[in-house]
């Protein structure tokens, strides 16, 4: 097995690019990869102040390494979600790796800063523990952009994940999230007061989106970043992951498959399903509590912590889906809404 | 395990109805799926002539018997494909299923009436095999129906198939496809000469899109219906299986998600890709041999004719793929195009 580019011994097949790689010239198929994807989906300009959202897994830990080693401002940012030791070694492999460096990690921590946790939020809203997590994940790294003065939020989504919930919003013609499934995400503007009080979402972006996971995880350990390899334990048996287990199926039988569905998605379809130009600019009304931009009087956010900060922590093991439990429980909680 | 309706003893479950039926019930259920169908999709008309397309399998039998049963003045028509046992042996299914019943069976054979079959055609053209089967099928079934004055052509698609069609068309967006991926599609009238004349494209329509093939399989059963169990030895590992598979398994998880995938595009999606109503009128020209409607001169299956007809027959063995065999044909045709 040769390099494709050098013809020195290769460490790294790519079946979907049809080309084996040595360890430098797979470094430098990473980089490029992440340099295309900035230029075609217009990510970061110059100058520009990134924040990158950082979980201390291979994906987020791979995309701050590119993003400075490419000459980006890119500081990271990480939340302490409270799931027992998967959030304990997640953050210390993200702190771990900002101090090896010498960058910049802001830390929120949930159950320090607002008083809960993802798994005892996840019990007490009775709902599977990835709704409160990736909500609360977005609200804070939104609103630490904005107060921040960050220009771009980067975050680790490779393109497993995306085919993933491509996947998933086409199985169930999700219209309004076919619409938003966009590499780039522009910043929007209207009167909520968060932030330099103008923008009240901040540019987001992928810029991994024409890596696959197994490559982020070769990257990180050919350039010796040590990540969290375990998955979060709450995620266990959810949708996503299915979705990935059946794409990965198509993929092992047709490899490029994912990379044809989802850039195919997006040069072909996405704009079908693009939402009206006049709704996206209509000014959303502030949170009454936090400023946030939001449909309703209070936001998602606000009403989460209302209702789950304060209690009792709920140990992650007396959550954590068994076999069959996370759809259970969804199956009981969609009846009720 | 009781019937839903009667509370007797259930023969079926039904995941993703979460209801079982006794034999009686659940032939009750299936005809109630047909009639819905065709009356959502406007399939059939008062008094209109159906031609049916029969394979001799589960699906197209169940499907002339359910229509029969409703009243429907339903033919069916048979091809000869030359695929070895397997096409005799479903040829024989259906003039079995025919006579026993005392219904009308069109029969067509292709080595026969146009001197090839389809392990020659694919040896030949080196292709794989389900292309050429496809095309002359539907060539031979729309010149039927044209030829004999029938108002509409009924298949046996099932929401299994429906699905497995959508999910590849929808990994590849071949947006074209999914602009015509519908129930029931109206008749065309344009200048080429088959037929009557005016109509170029008879209509067609699939009355099994809300059964599952589990489902038309246990109607057979049930009615005591003589199928052909065997899939086509020449279909094994293509694509279409495998994206089937790929459902299967996320329908075990959820049952219910092909329907909601299918039923969800056509609800929230199909009109997104519909062909321009300008281009969907245009006049078609008519072959130079044959008079079909095509886009150069001389259409798709008089060309295949004029390539493979009277050339010696390759046994079906000898094209047969081999585990991985039709996707490394198809790559190296791919390139070659």
Redesign the interface.
């Known amino acids: 097995m040769k390099c494709a580019v050098c013809r020195g011994p290769a460490v790294i097949d790519l079946r979907r690019h049809n080309a084996n790689f040595c360890a430098d010239h797979f470094l430098k198929f990473c980089r490029d990869q992440v340099v295309r994807a900035i230029d075609d989906h217009a990510m970061i300009g110059l100058g520009d102040k990134v924040v990158v959202a950082v979980s201390g897994g291979k994906d987020s830990l791979a995309l701050w390494d590119v993003l400075v080693d490419l000459g980006y401002d890119a500081e990271g940012m990480t939340i302490g979600l409270g799931i027992g030791d998967y959030s304990a070694a997640s953050t210390e492999a993200a702190v771990a790796f900002a101090e090896g460096r010498g960058l910049t990690l802001h830390r929120v921590d949930l159950r320090e800063d607002y008083d809960y946790d993802i798994p005892t939020a996840s019990a007490v809203t009775n709902r599977v523990p990835c709704s409160s997590c990736g909500m609360s994940k977005r609200h804070l790294i939104d609103k630490a952009a904005l107060d921040g003065g960050y220009d771009v939020v980067a975050t680790g989504h490779n393109l497993d994940d995306e085919a993933a919930v491509l996947f998933g919003n ?4 999700h ?1 309004e999230y076919l619409g938003r499934q966009q590499p780039t995400l522009a910043e929007r503007v209207g009167r909520a007061g968060s932030g330099d009080g103008r923008r009240v979402f901040p540019r987001k972006v992928k810029p991994l989106v024409r890596l696959a996971e197994r490559e982020t995880a070769a990257y990180c350990v050919l350039r010796g970043i040590d990540y969290i390899v375990e998955e979060c334990p709450m995620a266990e048996g959810n ?1 996503h992951l ?2 990935k ?3 990965n ?2 993929e092992a ?2 490899p490029g ?1 994912k990379q ?2 989802y850039f ?2 997006l ?3 996405a704009s ?2 693009a939402p009206d130009a006049d709704g996206a600019d209509e000014e959303l009304p502030a949170c009454g509590r936090c400023g946030s931009p939001t449909t309703g009087d209070v936001c998602a956010f606000c009403r989460l912590v209302e209702r789950v900060a304060g209690r009792e922590p709920v140990p992650v093991e007396l959550v954590r889906p068994r076999r069959g439990g996370a ?1 259970r429980r969804q199956a009981r909680t969609k009846a009720r809404s």
Chains 1, 2 share one sequence.
Do not use: I, K, M, P
């Open positions: 086409v199985l169930h013609w219209t949708r299915r979705y287990e059946a794409l199926a198509v039988a047709s498959a044809a569905f195919g998605f040069d072909r379809a079908r399903f759809r």
